[in-house]
């Protein structure tokens, strides 16, 4: 079973939780902190900026991470509406940890490169 870092009533959450993502841990960490806290419109209203290159954070728009995260906040959403929550009441948290490292493979006498996995993990609760 996972373990999540926030853990609400069952009743009035809804969790999703990815693991092995291919997307940088330091950028994840910083789009899920100014992600988190906020309401479930004004979360993906903030993400589709950032992909559509209108908002930046620090100079930086974060589009491979926006996109990871709206992905995963639209399937929070369908949890959500499945267990029949308010919509309009619902509340993000979101946090980003390290994943597995492993040494991608190359051919004869090229280095090998190292890769990182990202895993996130998002809670959308009813305030």
């Given at each position: 079973m996972i373990?999540?870092?926030l853990s609400p009533k069952a009743s009035k959450s809804a969790k999703v939780y990815a693991?092995?993502?291919r997307i940088s841990?330091?950028?994840s960490i910083i789009v899920c902190k100014n992600l988190s806290k906020m309401k479930?419109?004004?979360g993906k209203k903030f993400l589709q900026n950032l992909i559509e290159e209108r908002e930046n954070l620090n100079g930086k728009h974060y589009t491979n991470v926006a996109k990871e995260l709206s992905r995963?906040?639209?399937s929070a959403e369908t949890n959500a509406e499945a267990k029949g929550?308010?919509?309009n009441k619902l509340?993000?948290?979101?946090s980003a940890d390290k994943g597995f490292t492993f040494w991608r493979p190359r051919n004869w006498?090229?280095?090998r490169t190292k890769r990182k996995m990202t895993n996130i993990q998002v809670v959308l609760e009813e305030r």
């Open positions: 373990k999540y870092k693991r092995a993502l841990r330091k950028s479930l419109e004004r995963l906040l639209a929550l308010d919509l509340q993000i948290f979101a006498k090229q280095r």
